[in-house]
C-alpha cells in the first residue's frame, strides 16, 4: 500500500485517551481538533516546567538530501516507536508541514511506510491552523507598515529600507518580488515588495523559540521591520503597537499539537521552520514538554546535519539550554550511491565502489557531530529493498572502521519491529555514556567569523567572501548584534553552495549573497550563494496527483 493508503487504514485512538492513558494527562488540558488531534494548554506546559526530572534528548539527522531518499522523519517515528516496544517510555518531537512541498516535490512529512504520524492527510494539510495563524501574524504587521507610512509616517521610516516582506504557505516563484502601492494615492505608496514563503518567516522562528506566551509577544516586539531616514535607527514591530495584535492571533498556534503514531505511541509535533532557509527545528515548547513527560524524547532536525542539527545545536540548544544525549544520523545505500556519481534511474543496482565514494558525505557528517560538537552517534542505514547485502555490510564495515556504530534498520517496512535493534544502540549510549557537547562558536566570536567558521569547520570551504555591501552591514550589525548567533540559508543539498556538488567537496568558496537581523528570533540569517527564501513549484508538481472522492477520501498524497 502506499504511504496515505496505510495511514487511512490505522487504527487509531481517541487522542484525549491516549495522552490520559500513556502519560496521565488530564482531559480538561486537552483542546480537542476533531477526534485525533488536540493542543495541550500551557497552563499544563508550566505546571510540567517545575519537574525537576528530565528525559534525554535523542536528535535524529541525515546526510546531504538526495532525489533518492534518506528518511529522517520515518526514523524518528520508527526509532520511537521501537523504543516504546522495548520498554522506554518516549515521545517524539517533529515539525509540522508545509504546504509549499505537499504540493510541490518532496511531498508530505509525516513519514513513511509503517513509521508514519496519524492523522496523516490533516497533519500534511491545514492540521490544526498554526500556519495560517503564523501567516496571518506576519502579514498583519506588513500591512501595518504600510499604513503607518500612508497616514503620515510618524516614525520616519524610510521607505526604501523596509525589511519586512509578506508570506504565503505555497512556493510561488512569481511572488518573490513584486510592486505595491499601485493604482494612487488612495492605495497606498509605489514601493518594491515580495513574498517569502510561511516557513521562512521570523514570525514562525519566533514560536518555536518562543517558552511563554510573554517571551513570544516580547520576541515579536523585538522584531525589527525597517530603519529610519537617518539609515541606521531601527523601527520594531513595537513602535508600531503591532506586537499585541499579533500575539492575539498566536494565542492558540504557541500551544503544542498532539497526535499519535501508527502503533499508537504519542507524538508532538509543533512548528514548522525550514532548516535550508531558516532554523529548521521544532518549537522549545514541544521538545521541552516531551522531556519533561518521557524519559525519552525523540527529535528531528531537517535536512542534513550541515543544515538541521547545526541549528539545532549551535541556536535551539543554545537559545533553550538543551543538551542532546546522542545523534542518529540517517543514511541509506541509494543516496550514498547518489553522492558516489550514480543517476537515479540506476540506483536499485548494486555499486560497491560508488557506495565508497559516495561514503564521503556520510563520514564528514559523522566527524562534524562527533569531533566538532562532541557528541556520540549511531548510524542509521533507512533499509530499502534492493539494497544487498554486500552493500550494507560496506557500509557497517566502514563505519565501524571509524568507530562508530552502523545499524541497518528496516523501520519502513515493519514498523517499531524494523527498529529494536537501532533502538537498544541509542539507549547503550544514552544510558552509558555522558556527551562532551560543546557550541560550534562562542557567542562572543564576531559574526564574520561565526560564518567562516560554519563554512569552514562544517563545509569543508577554504573560505566565505562577500560584496563590499554585505561586508559593511554585517559590519553595521556586528556593532549591536554581534552577540547573535548566525542562521545559514544555504542549499541542502551539497556542502558547498553548488547543489550539483555531490560527496563531500572541499577547498570551495562560500558567497555570502545577503545578510539579515531576525532580532526577535534572536539569530542573523546569512544567505549563501543565490538561496531562494520563496521557493517555485516543479514542471510537474505533487498537487497534479492530488485528489479527493465524492466520498471524501484523499488520494496523491504521500
Given at each position: 500500500m502506499s504511504d496515505i493508503e496505510i495511514a487511512q487504514n490505522a487504527k487509531m485512538k481517541p487522542i484525549i485517551e491516549l495522552a490520559e492513558e500513556a502519560f496521565g494527562i488530564p482531559a480538561e488540558h486537552l483542546d480537542p481538533y476533531g477526534h485525533y488531534k488536540a493542543k495541550l494548554s500551557l497552563d499544563y506546559v508550566d505546571n510540567l516546567s517545575h519537574r525537576k526530572e528530565e528525559g534525554k534528548l535523542i536528535l535524529v539527522t541525515a546526510i546531504s538530501p538526495t532525489p533518492a531518499g534518506e528518511g529522517k522523519t520515518t526514523t524518528t517515528v520508527g526509532l520511537g516507536d521501537a523504543l516504546n516496544r522495548i520498554g522506554k517510555k518516549t515521545i517524539m518531537c517533529l515539525r509540522?508541514?508545509?504546504?509549499?512541498?505537499?504540493?510541490?516535490?518532496?511531498?508530505?512529512?509525516?513519514?513513511?511506510?509503517?513509521?508514519?504520524?496519524?492523522?496523516?492527510?490533516?497533519?500534511?494539510?491545514?492540521?490544526?491552523?498554526?500556519?495560517?495563524?503564523?501567516?496571518?501574524?506576519?502579514?498583519?504587521?506588513?500591512a501595518m507598515i504600510d499604513n503607518h507610512i500612508h497616514h503620515g509616517n510618524a516614525l520616519g521610516i524610510?521607505?526604501?529600507?523596509?525589511?519586512?516582506?509578506?508570506?504565503?504557505?505555497?512556493?510561488?516563484?512569481?511572488?518573490?518580488?513584486?510592486?505595491?502601492?499601485?493604482?494612487?494615492?488612495?492605495?497606498?505608496?509605489?514601493?518594491?515588495?515580495?513574498?517569502?514563503?510561511?516557513?521562512?518567516?521570523?514570525?514562525?522562528?519566533?514560536?518555536?523559540?518562543?517558552?511563554?506566551?510573554?517571551?513570544?509577544?516580547?520576541?515579536?516586539?523585538?522584531?525589527?521591520?525597517?530603519?529610519?531616514?537617518?539609515?541606521?535607527?531601527?523601527?520594531?514591530?513595537?513602535?508600531?503597537?503591532?506586537?499585541?495584535?499579533?500575539?492575539?492571533?498566536?494565542?492558540?498556534?504557541?500551544?503544542?499539537?498532539?497526535?499519535q503514531t501508527l502503533e499508537n505511541n504519542l507524538a508532538i509535533v509543533h512548528g514548522g521552520p525550514f532548516a535550508n532557509i531558516a532554523h529548521g527545528c521544532n518549537s522549545v515548547t514541544a521538545t521541552q514538554t516531551a522531556l519533561k513527560l518521557a524519559d525519552y524524547a525523540v527529535t528531528e532536525a531537517g535536512f542534513g546535519a550541515d543544515?538541521?542539527?547545526?541549528?539545532?545545536?549551535?541556536?535551539?540548544?543554545?537559545?533553550?539550554?538543551?543538551?542532546?544525549?546522542?545523534?542518529?544520523?540517517?543514511?541509506?545505500?541509494?543516496?550514498?550511491?547518489?553522492?558516489?556519481?550514480?543517476?537515479?534511474?540506476?540506483?536499485?543496482?548494486?555499486?560497491?565502489?560508488?557506495l565508497e565514494v559516495g561514503f564521503a558525505n556520510l563520514e564528514r557528517h559523522l566527524h562534524n557531530v562527533t569531533v566538532n560538537y562532541g557528541l556520540p552517534a549511531v548510524v542509521c542505514i533507512n533499509h530499502f529493498t534492493y539494497d544487498s547485502d554486500a552493500e550494507t555490510d560496506l557500509l557497517i564495515q566502514k563505519c565501524e572502521a571509524l568507530g562508530v556504530k552502523c545499524v541497518v534498520s528496516k523501520h519502513w517496512a515493519q514498523g517499531g519491529a524494523g527498529a529494536e535493534e537501532l533502538a537498544r544502540e541509542v539507549i547503550q549510549i544514552v544510558d552509558n555514556r555522558e556527551p562532551g557537547f560543546e557550541y560550534l562558536y562562542e557567542d562572543a566570536l564576531p559574526i564574520w567569523e561565526k560564518i567562516e567558521t560554519i563554512a569552514t569547520k562544517l563545509y569543508g570551504a577554504r573560505e566565505i567572501v562577500a560584496s563590499v555591501k554585505v561586508r559593511n552591514e554585517i559590519e553595521r550589525l556586528q556593532?549591536?548584534?554581534?552577540?547573535?548567533?548566525?542562521?545559514?540559508?544555504?542549499?541542502?543539498?551539497?556542502?558547498?553552495?553548488?547543489?550539483?556538488?555531490?560527496?563531500?567537496?572541499?577547498?570551495?568558496t562560500v558567497e555570502i549573497s545577503d545578510i539579515k537581523l531576525e532580532n526577535g528570533a534572536g539569530f542573523i540569517v546569512a544567505i549563501a550563494g543565490n538561496m531562494m527564501t520563496m521557493p517555485g513549484l516543479p514542471k510537474v508538481p505533487t498537487a497534479e496527483k492530488i485528489d479527493i472522492s465524492d466520498e471524501g477520501v484523499i488520494t496523491g498524497l504521500f
Open positions: 509540522e508541514p508545509s504546504l509549499g512541498p505537499c504540493f510541490g516535490m518532496k511531498g508530505g512529512a509525516a513519514g513513511g511506510g509503517y513509521a508514519q504520524v496519524v492523522p496523516m492527510e490533516d497533519i500534511n494539510l491545514h492540521f490544526t491552523g498554526d500556519f495560517h495563524a503564523i501567516g496571518v501574524a506576519h502579514n498583519l504587521l506588513a524610510d521607505a526604501r529600507r523596509v525589511k519586512w516582506k509578506r508570506v504565503v504557505d505555497m512556493n510561488d516563484r512569481a511572488l518573490r518580488d513584486i510592486t505595491v502601492g499601485q493604482g494612487g494615492p488612495a492605495n497606498g505608496y509605489l514601493r518594491e515588495d515580495g513574498f517569502d514563503i510561511v516557513v521562512a518567516s521570523e514570525v514562525m522562528a519566533i514560536l518555536c523559540l518562543a517558552t511563554n506566551r510573554a517571551d513570544l509577544k516580547e520576541r515579536l516586539g523585538r522584531i525589527v521591520v525597517a530603519y529610519k531616514s537617518d539609515g541606521s535607527t531601527p523601527v520594531y514591530a513595537s513602535d508600531l503597537k503591532a506586537d499585541g495584535a499579533m500575539a492575539a492571533l498566536l494565542k492558540d498556534a504557541i500551544k503544542p499539537n498532539l497526535v543544515l538541521g542539527a547545526e541549528k539545532f545545536l549551535n541556536i535551539k540548544c543554545r537559545s533553550a539550554k538543551l543538551k542532546p544525549s546522542a545523534v542518529v544520523l540517517v543514511a541509506t545505500v541509494r543516496a550514498l550511491k547518489y553522492h558516489g556519481g550514480v543517476e537515479k534511474d540506476h540506483l536499485n543496482q548494486e555499486n560497491l565502489p560508488a556593532q549591536k548584534y554581534g552577540d547573535l548567533p548566525v542562521c545559514m540559508a544555504k542549499t541542502q543539498m551539497s556542502f558547498s553552495t553548488d547543489p550539483n556538488a555531490k560527496g563531500a567537496p572541499s577547498g570551495h
